[in-house]
Every structure is written in C-alpha cells, then in structure tokens.
C-alpha cells in the first residue's frame, strides 16, 4: 500500500503541475503515456501491456492525444496490422516538461525525507523485482 501511496503522491503532483501549465487539459490517463514511452516509438498493444488496460481505452486515449498534436500514428515496418506511437514535436516538448515536474518532485521529496533517504529509496525501486 505504501508504494500505491508514493505513486499516487507523484501521479497528483504531476497533474497539479499539469493544471497550472500550457498542459492544463490533460488527464492523468493522458499524462501516464508520455512516462512509458521514454521517446521511442511503441505499439498501441505495447502501451495497452504496461499499462493494464484495454486495446480500446488506449485506443481512445491515443486519439485524443493525436487530436491534440501530441502524438501521431504510423505503420509499423515489422507489422503492418500494427499502430506505432510517435511523439509529434509538441509532444516531445510535453515529455521534456513531465521530465522536468518530476525532477521538481524529487527534490521537494528530498526536502522533506532527505537527500540520503532519497537515494535509498531510488536505489531500492530501481532493483530487479522478478
């Protein structure tokens, strides 16, 4: 549960960034897939995966964000029944921000548990968990 907590801290304090930023009209749904594709392109199947989600509540958010001109779709070479998802110009604009709240989340987060505790806690999260 204390892990849950964490991320729910990050998640919230991202989507507060969000709603004070030129990004005030994502979702936190919207706001999770900039985290997993870490700028490479990916299936929508692939996103569905790491998420936990259904093919079509991807599909649904994907498109939303390709209306905004935050991601666009494309065929994939290996597989041509396959969508990749590519981060449009303003979309890698939007991931160097989310990058940047999260950097401002670590350090309010070593502010309040320290600097050294922070590293731990890194450290630890960082492991292989299989």
């Not at 892990?3 to 729910?8: A, E, H, N, P, S």
């Not at 981060?87 to 999260?102: C, F, N, P, Y």
Request: with cysteine; proline share 1%.
């Amino acid at each position: 549960m204390l892990l849950y907590l964490g991320f729910k801290w990050v998640e919230n304090y991202l989507l507060r960034a969000a709603k004070g930023s030129e990004y005030n009209y994502l979702t936190l749904s919207q706001i999770r897939i900039f985290a997993f594709m870490r700028d490479c392109d990916t299936t929508l199947s692939d996103l569905a995966k790491q998420l936990n989600i259904s093919r079509q509540a991807i599909q649904k958010t994907i498109a939303t964000l390709v209306d905004k001109g935050l991601l666009e779709l494309a065929e994939s070479p290996d597989n041509r029944s396959a969508k990749l998802v590519k981060l449009t110009e303003r979309g890698r604009g939007m991931q160097t921000w989310s990058r940047e709240v999260i950097d401002r989340a670590e350090t309010d987060l070593a502010e309040k548990i320290g600097v050294k505790k922070l590293r731990q806690l890194k450290e630890i999260l960082g492991k292989d968990w299989d």
